[in-house]
């Protein structure tokens, strides 16, 4: 049976905890989504919509948009 805990039932730490995750997955997305906006699409390893459906839709507590900074761009030719 699994125990759900109201908001209010979570100790301080754990809601800090959740709220600083919430946050930081909010700011890796919102950088991972403008940084897509602004990249030309040769630039972008596949899809520039199927990364963009991608990082909003999945809950990845930060990891997609990071893989996308990592691996999901091309460095600029010169």
Known sequence: MALKKRWEELSLRARR???IAA???G???FA???DLARRPADEVRGSKAK???AI????SVGALPLYYFAR????SSP
Not at 56 to 59: D, K, L, T
Not at 72 to 75: A, H, K, P, V
């Open 17 to 19: 905890l959740i709220i």
């Open 23 to 25: 946050t930081l997955e």
């Open 27 to 29: 700011v890796f997305k």
């Open 32 to 34: 991972a989504l403008i």
């Open 51 to 53: 990364w963009a459906t």
């Open 56 to 59: 909003v839709v999945v809950n």
């Open 72 to 75: 999901g761009r091309r460095t």
